[in-house]
């Protein structure tokens, strides 16, 4: 028989076939946007940097009082992971999004803070990070500051800011998207930290900007005090420090570093995000058999 096209989803460690009803229209994650999420890129069925990626997972969810207790170990977690990947015979790196929300009950005020959570996993179109050959073109979206809150860091399930920026993104044919704060400074782009380079220092916003603490973005800190390379965490980025940088680029999870070669009128370079690169996929083969 051949195989199945049948795929499937993991909900609160049970397996259901994608499209199948799920949840009522009580449902908080619908209702309020009561929850959170991680993205994940696996290699050969392995979450990749997934301490960092569960940390951040705990610290949301407390910030948002979902009840860390009632949330599996990082164990059962990487178990279900594989169990899915496999499932779904995806053969080459996947993307993996576990989701936590808060179970039903109440209006603004809960009736529990126990969470319940979902993974969902699709495959990538190849095996490692591979930067992209031709430089991303980007702009700005101004029309919808993120303002700073405690929940600013992490990746919950309302994104008005990120969808808006999505939209006008795609009304004026870019790669990509900056998005400012409420202090008028870029701080990050649609599903991404950012960047540059200026002088040999490297710069990005810091958390504090309201930029999302990025599992990636903690990778790249790394990988430049490996190199005695100096960084520089600054509010946001002007307009003019952005046309003045010597690189820029963006990182996430799953795609690691996107190098830029246009943000405007300025042309940038890509030595930096080559060598990431290659740092990122020397670190997958140390740390995946």
């Not at 496999?86 to 053969?91: G, M, S, T």
């Not at 200026?198 to 190199?227: E, H, W, Y």
Request: aromatic fraction near 12%.
């Amino acid at each position: 028989m051949p195989p199945s096209n049948k795929k499937y989803l993991i909900l609160n460690g049970h397996q259901y076939e994608t499209g199948k009803a799920l949840f009522s229209s009580n449902n908080r994650a619908f209702r309020y946007g009561d929850g959170l999420f991680e993205t994940i890129r696996c290699h050969k069925t392995e979450p990749l940097f997934f301490d960092d990626h569960y940390a951040r997972l705990l610290r949301g969810m407390a910030t948002l009082k979902i009840s860390v207790s009632g949330l599996p170990s990082m164990e059962i977690f990487k178990t279900n992971i594989e169990r899915l990947i496999v499932r779904n015979r995806i053969f080459y790196d996947a993307r993996v999004r576990i989701s936590v929300f808060r179970r039903d009950g109440g209006l603004y005020t809960p009736e529990t803070n126990t969470p319940a959570w979902l993974i969902e996993a699709t495959p990538l179109p190849h095996k490692g990070f591979l930067l992209n050959e031709e430089g991303l073109r980007i702009g700005a979206f101004d029309g919808f500051p993120k303002v700073w809150n405690l929940t600013a860091p992490f990746k919950t399930l309302s994104s008005t800011p990120n969808i808006l920026a999505g939209i006008y993104k795609k009304e004026n044919h870019w790669d990509d998207c900056l998005i400012l704060n409420q202090n008028k400074k870029w701080i990050e782009s649609i599903s991404s930290n950012l960047f540059w380079t200026k002088d040999q220092v490297l710069k990005t916003p810091s958390i504090s900007s309201g930029c999302v603490d990025g599992v990636m973005r903690r990778q790249i800190l790394r990988f430049a005090a490996l190199n005695n390379i100096p960084v520089l965490e600054t509010p946001g980025a002007t307009k003019e420090e952005l046309l003045n940088a010597d690189e820029l680029f963006l990182s996430n999870a799953i795609n690691g570093v996107r190098w830029i070669v246009a943000f405007e009128n300025k042309r940038y370079f890509n030595r930096l995000p080559k060598a990431i690169t290659r740092w990122l996929n020397e670190e997958i083969s140390k740390t995946v058999k």
